[in-house]
């Protein structure tokens, strides 16, 4: 089976938020570009990835890992290591980060700057290593369509929102128009009522990357 892919495309989410927010990215852009994604099993069957084939017939090869916690994150580059690039080592791999840049800035993070040497050691296989990382939760950049997110809560923008990062300002701003804010899975309604290209071309984060590789 692994003949016919050519490329291989590894995504490193922080939590199951961004994994649902980037899940509905490459929906919309396959949908944009003719292409199509497909869950496949591979092995014995409990590993899960997905093809995605594009108009012109190339087939990428793709996985993801959830880290779930930050303390995980530096697990994520032996991930790389072993599952995609030692794995199949006849791709060329492509590796996507997902998460919270803010979050290594904190006090109380456990993610020490030897901890960053070290992902970045395994992730030296990868061709590419591209850094989708927002200097906020994934809700900021979920924010910056506040239009749609209204219109999602049939209720008008407001002048401002309250909190200091983008998870505390959806929550407050769900709760201000009777609704609670659900992370993970639960938070697909509001992610599918996002404008994707208007976030593709105006967010904080540099989600045109991934457009740019997979459908240059």
């Avoid at 996985?63 to 030692?86: D, H, Y």
Wanted: charged share 25%; proline share 2%; with cysteine.
């Amino acid at each position: 089976m692994m003949e016919e892919f050519s490329t291989g495309i590894a995504f490193i989410f922080e939590g199951d938020t961004e994994k649902e927010f980037y899940m509905v990215l490459l929906e919309h852009l396959c949908c944009k570009h003719c292409a199509k994604m497909e869950r496949i099993q591979i092995s014995s069957g409990t590993e899960v990835a997905y093809r995605l084939t594009t108009e012109d017939n190339s087939n990428f090869f793709i996985k993801m890992n959830l880290v779930n916690t930050i303390t995980q994150i530096p697990r994520a580059g032996q991930w790389f290591s072993t599952q995609c690039a030692e794995k199949y080592k006849s791709l060329d791999w492509h590796v996507f980060l997902c998460y919270d840049q803010d979050s290594y800035k904190e006090d109380i993070s456990k993610f020490y700057e030897g901890d960053w040497v070290e992902l970045r050691r395994y992730l030296k296989k990868a061709k590419s290593v591209n850094d989708i990382a927002a200097a906020a939760d994934i809700e900021d950049i979920m924010l910056q369509d506040i239009t749609h997110i209204c219109q999602y809560l049939n209720c008008s923008v407001p002048a401002s929102l309250k909190g200091r990062k983008g998870k505390v300002k959806m929550k407050n701003l769900f709760r201000e128009n009777g609704m609670v804010y659900h992370e993970g899975k639960r938070a697909r309604p509001v992610i599918e009522a996002l404008d994707m290209e208007f976030l593709l071309n105006e967010s904080i984060a540099p989600l045109g990357s991934i457009e740019s590789l997979i459908f240059k």
